[in-house]
């Protein structure tokens, strides 16, 4: 039986380093989006990413792509 699961990870982005994030922007290219999108963890989904900032807005924003993508 397959099940999806929902993992939360923090993430620490040098944003200087140029191999792992050469825009410098750690909401876009960081190890673990680099890894999704390089196809290396499959199959994985982005469902939101945010800034530990955001951690208020975070659940609310998740929940909402979750809803989006799976129910409507």
């Known amino acids: 039986m397959i099940k999806k699961v929902l993992v939360t990870l923090l993430v620490t982005v040098d944003t200087e380093d140029e191999e792992i994030c050469p825009t410098g922007?750690?909401?876009?290219?960081?190890?673990?989006?680099?890894?999704i999108e390089d196809g290396f963890i499959d199959p994985v989904e982005e469902i939101y990413t945010s800034h530990i900032s955001d951690y208020v807005e975070h659940p609310q924003r998740?929940?909402?792509?979750?809803?989006?993508?799976?129910?409507?």
């Open 25 to 35: 922007d750690p909401l876009i290219e960081n190890v673990v989006l680099n890894h």
């Open 62 to 72: 998740t929940e909402k792509r979750i809803e989006n993508l799976y129910y409507g």
